[in-house]
């Protein structure tokens, strides 16, 4: 995950020996049990990142593991610790994100020689429950100061005048060091400064120095060689400048190229026409990078912040509103798919960051407006219920203040909202909303409409957590019905209703007629869904619980004993549901006379549930 290495880095030699010197020996450095973490910190533009890149490519034969995470927002932190989870070999999709973090801490606490680089960090708090302990080194980027605690501050300045002259000589033909100098001094020795300049002198050529040594039009700042830059990549290639427009607008993390070529046909021309051409495509890329607006890395397309910032000022508000909706359109035609399925998480983390700088709750268009609504779903699907519901919070009340509380996407942003509230066990709120959705479900869509079935799952869900255990089974029952005579018997909509109606009969003492429900929804969600789906698990642990009060606790036993090593393996250690599992299968130990390996089982089970900070246990759909 670490960006590629910039083949035209130089300078920085005596901070990279003292970076390396001061990880090996632990000088001042903080140390998280032995883990020595150091801060990269200065202002934007100044090199940090490209500093951090540099040393994990010019030691990686150091370490074994080497892992890159964007940390700017700190809750798409735990995805990137999922897929390194997944490369370490000790989680697999869907994981929840804490079973992640300790799986990942776990591993490499039995290692000596890894290296993470958490970059463009915003504060400590953001980061430090994902510190790992152990042996390894850690990296962290950040324009903030303030990282003694639990970091060692490492001051990264301006390039020294000797290595602005240098890159500029090294990147311009026939630059006299007198007028490099005079380059460097003007940018204040800035690297992003510096590279920018060097690539538009670069550019217009030896021809714009005039005898005498000053440019004629010399750029006197970052900003004023950015639009310089911006402007005669406009005059030369008009489509590699749509390109850096639309880039302004995503976040500064890694953009796949191919997004482009999925939404060729949005996109105006020359530009649409050329991403739809491989070749012609490539040269849209290269001339990009050419202006140094842009790298492209692993066929994925990087702008730095400062930049995209001085390209989105330079536009009119039009061109600003127009450039904008054009990165809407690429986001949404790289749609990541269904957010309640974890094959999909990893696509859904990648969108997100770019997603949310667009601010979907402001946008007109209603495809992006439904693909946020989406994420948020994702979010709380993921384990991130605070942050999928402020996310939800701000699209219903955005789309309920433009188009009424009667609208669509208004209600549709609702049900996520009260989906979230129960996650994060505000039962009453969640439960007032989700009645408040039913009711205009029902008056607008019809009783039968699929948003109204969902809608009544969903007041089910919060009457059964509240304890209005017949309450929910009614509705469950009318919505079963109304879901296998409009979807079908095999639907996992249906599914889902039968599975929660079968919950519902065995908490009301109904347990023969709760087994012969839950006995055809575990055959029906194995043959549809697969053995490991976690809808499959939920029914197969409903139906162990049903098989142990009837009386056939060693029946009960064994299917909890095989749903709960796929608990394990599939959703992990920590999941809700995996520990509700290992309480399940603790009394079944308990009813065959296994009395300490239930006290072994209860204590492993109490330990992680308190370690989840008082996350309350729940059964999944």
Known sequence: ??????????GRESLLTAMRDRLLSGGRAVVQARAIVQVLHGVGGVGKTELAVEYA??????????????????ALIGEQFAALARALGCAEPGWELTAVRQAVHATLRERDRWLLVFDNAENPEDIAAWLPRGHGHVLVTSR???????????????????????????????????????????MGDLPLAIVQAAAYLADTGAAEIP????????????????????????????????????????????????????AAARLP???????????AWRRVLARLERSALARVDHNQLRMHRLTQGIVRDHLTQAQARATRDLAGAILT???????????????????????????????????????????????????????????????RDRRRDQAGPDDRYTRRAASTLAEALRQMGRYAEARELAEDNHARERRISGEDHRDTLAAAHSLAENLRALGEIQAARELDEDTLTRRRRTLGDDHPDTLVSANNLAANMYTLGETQAARELHEDTLTRRRRTLGDDH?????????????????????AARALHEDTLTRCRRILGEDHPNTLTTATNLAHDLRAIGEMQAARELDEDTLARRRARSGNRPRTGP
């Not at 303030?146 to 890159?167: H, K, M, N, Q």
């Open 269 to 279: 021309d020359p530009l649409g026409k050329r991403a739809a051409d491989p070749v």
């Open 333 to 395: 035609a790289s749609h990541p798919g269904d957010a309640d399925m974890p094959a999909n998480w990893p696509r859904w983390a990648h969108m997100l960051p770019h997603l949310l700088l667009l601010d979907p709750p402001a946008a007109a268009s209603t495809d992006l407006w439904e693909m946020a609504n989406d994420a948020a779903r994702y979010l709380v699907t993921r384990g991130d219920a605070r942050t999928g519901h402020e996310m939800a919070l701000r699209l």
């Open 57 to 74: 490519h010019r030691f990686a034969s150091h370490y074994d593991v080497v892992w890159w995470i964007a940390a700017e927002r700190a």
């Open 534 to 554: 976690p809808g499959t698990l939920s029914a197969a642990n409903n139906l162990a619980n049903d098989l142990r009060v009837l009386g056939d606790a060693h």
């Open 144 to 186: 903030a100061r303030d990282w003694d605690e639990i970091a060692e501050p490492v001051e990264v300045d301006v390039l020294a005048r000797a290595e602005s002259v240098a890159i500029l000589q090294g990147r311009v033909d026939a630059l006299p060091t007198a007028d490099a100098d005079q380059v460097a001094r003007a």
């Open 211 to 262: 005898a005498g040594g000053r440019p004629s039009s010399y750029p006197h700042s970052l900003a004023a060689v950015t639009r310089l830059a911006f402007e005669r990549l406009r005059g030369e290639d008009p489509a590699a400048a749509d390109l850096a427009g639309i880039c302004a607008f995503f976040a500064p993390e890694p953009v796949p190229v191919n997004w482009f070529a999925a």
């Open 1 to 10: 995950m670490v960006p590629a290495r910039n083949p035209a880095f130089s």
